[in-house]
């Protein structure tokens, strides 16, 4: 059975990643759904570091956690990246609007 | 009872710096809260007994993506970085100081429940080291790709 504070941890790491999914689907602004995708990389660490409660040295949902964090920071530096030369390429960042302007 | 209270006050402030991020119609402001989501996240893994994960995101997510988003911002001029952050910032500083407040209050008084009393950073190091290799080694593939990538992007001329 999970302990309570597990299961909050769990709860919130799964909302939160549900919430930037669904906020980078909706966003208008690459820059937001940079943003949105860092929230989404925060829920599922939460998410991964909580569920290794309980059963003793948490030490591969530790090392997982780790990975995801480097991971993800670094598919964001990219990502950041590419924003840039989209930018410097169509002067929007509204996806849209970079769709309409490719045609 | 303490941990869950932890875990309540770690979730609360989460969310509530996460919604001011995604709600906010400012890149700014959107900035500003995302920093303080990331510190906020820090402390959860510190105060549940792993140092090395609080710090490493911490550094990686409150410093380096919080200054290359700020860098990419001021690049594309997408928000005008003035101070109407302000009410933000005064509204997460109390939250935050409370957490770090009970966090400090837990681990110090080692009366924590179901909260570690110590870190397992060190563990955590030599599980990975010993163990799991290949994982250190695709992290640092993938870290180098990522630099390969962005120095080749940013390089590019128009």
Known sequence: MMALDQTILMATGTALLF?????????KNLL???MSFQVAVFGANLALFASGFGYGP??????????SVL?????????????VVVYRKYGTLNPDEIRRLRR | MESELVALLISGALFVTVAVSLLSTKVSNSLIALFYASIVLGIGFTVYGDGLLGLLTMITFAGAISVLLLSVVLITGESKLDLGARRVALGAIPLAAAIGGISLL???SGQSGGLATSDSSLAVLNFLWTLRPWDLLILIVVFAGSMVAIVSLLGREE
């Open chain 1, 19 to 27: 919430l930037g999914i669904a906020s980078i689907t909706i966003s």
């Open chain 1, 32 to 34: 937001k759904s940079i």
């Open chain 1, 58 to 67: 948490r030490l591969l949902s530790d090392a997982f956690v780790v990975l």
């Open chain 1, 71 to 83: 991971v993800g920071a670094s598919v964001e530096a990219v990502g950041l990246a590419i924003i």
């Open chain 2, 106 to 108: 837990t681990v110090f």
